[in-house]
């Protein structure tokens, strides 16, 4: 029997999601002639309620393993921790194939060590072409794909959602075809357990501006805050402003400095959470909320909540170049704005005066969310065990 490894150490955000979506695919549709053996963390079970077929098999990272990832602070040695839990346990199980759901965390390793036996396929996330970054930075990158390019067992890289950074890629690296789209899939079911998250928040009859994730500065969470004081008075009167999810210290410490700065008068109008957001929460702040800010500086490659906003029916207030800029306009999602303060607080102004009225035709939204289902998503990307 044909055995896959499928390794994602992280159980965050869009990580949690293409796991999930992956196993109740498998289980609808099982394929008896392979072996599937996921390489992941074994908090994510705690996350994950649903029985597995025999041939579906977790491989638990032990808690000093996922430690040693998380710990390393610079790129290329957490690129080589990941490749030695790999290689540990393609040994241990001797695999055909390995899908790697992240696999910048690989690039360098797959250079300089090619004794894998299995065929290797993974997701790019952030290719650099698909948004304008510095020279040194670009050539980094161009050099660590060029590098696990020439591994001969990498067989299928999958870029999410973007066709034009698929064929750009091929074209740059003659690979033919080696790097294929994957849609960024969107769960169109609901949850039955839908509560009001601003009960106790003092939110009262606030429009609630929701920006929600793994905090950083790429996100534009420090520009959503310096957004506050160039808000007229009338619209700080009536929104509420809520940022919700995990910052690393260094980061916290920054939101909260920057918090700080906000004119008193005007702090009632923004809250600030430092927790992870659980799966089973993101619909009710997502549906309790009137729009959702997206504002990320590295706007090149989808994201997963521009595809929740779709779901729901709530604008997006999100880049408006790049991979991202382009969708919100051809999908008519929200409102494409520079990750500024002044152009934040301007769309957070027209959206609050204009409500929903940005999300156009939704005939578009839906045709966005029936490209991007999950057995969409399972199917390309198991495409590549048949390599």
């Known amino acids: 029997m044909s055995k896959v ?11 949690v999601e293409y796991l999930t ?21 074994k908090d994510f079970v705690k ?14 990272l032990s808690n000093y393993e996922i430690k040693v990832i998380n710990k390393l602070q610079f790129i290329i040695l957490r690129d080589i921790a990941n490749y030695y839990l790999l290689r540990k346990y393609t040994r241990l199980y001797n695999p055909n194939q390995v899908i790697i759901l992240d696999i910048n965390t690989c690039r360098l390793s797959l250079f300089f060590y090619r004794n894998f036996l299995a065929n290797i396929s993974g997701i790019l996330f952030h290719p650099y072409t698909s948004e304008p970054i510095n020279r040194l930075r670009k050539i980094k990158e161009k050099f660590f794909t060029i590098l696990m390019l020439s591994n001969p067992r990498v067989k299928r890289i999958f870029v999410l959602d973007d066709d034009g950074a698929k064929k750009e890629l091929n074209m740059i690296f003659n690979s033919y075809n080696r790097f294929e789209v994957l849609p960024d899939p969107i769960n169109a079911t609901r949850s039955k357990h839908n509560f009001n998250p601003y009960f106790d928040l003092d939110i009262k009859n606030r429009k609630v501006f929701l920006h929600f994730g793994a905090l950083s500065k790429r996100k534009g969470t420090l520009e959503i805050i310096k957004s506050i004081n160039y808000l007229p008075e009338r619209i700080l009167q009536e929104v509420k402003i809520v940022i919700i999810g995990k910052a690393v210290p260094k980061f916290d410490k920054q939101i909260k400095l920057q918090l700080n700065k906000i004119k008193s008068k005007h702090k009632n109008c923004i809250i600030y959470i430092n927790r992870y957001l659980p799966a089973e929460e993101i619909e009710s702040y997502i549906t309790s909320s009137s729009c959702l800010l997206i504002p990320y500086k590295n706007y090149g490659s989808s994201s997963g909540i521009i595809g929740l906003a779709a779901k729901y029916g709530k604008p997006v207030i999100g880049p408006d170049l790049g991979y991202l800029g382009k969708t919100i306009k ?18 957070i102004s027209n959206c609050y005066d204009n409500g929903d009225d940005n999300l156009g035709n939704n005939l578009r939204r839906i ?12 199917k390309t990307l198991m495409k590549s065990i048949n390599l």
């Open 21 to 41: 979506h992956i196993i109740n695919f498998l289980i609808k549709y099982n394929n008896l002639s392979y072996d599937y053996y996921f390489l992941i963390n």
């Open 5 to 15: 490894i499928i390794y994602e150490p992280a159980i965050t955000g869009h990580h």
């Open 47 to 60: 996350l994950f309620n649903n029985k597995f077929s025999s041939n579906i098999k977790f491989i638990y």
């Open 330 to 347: 051809k999908y008519s999602l929200g409102y494409g704005v520079k990750c500024l303060p002044k152009d934040i607080a301007l769309a």
């Open 367 to 378: 045709d966005y969310i029936k490209e991007k289902t999950p057995d969409k998503f399972v």
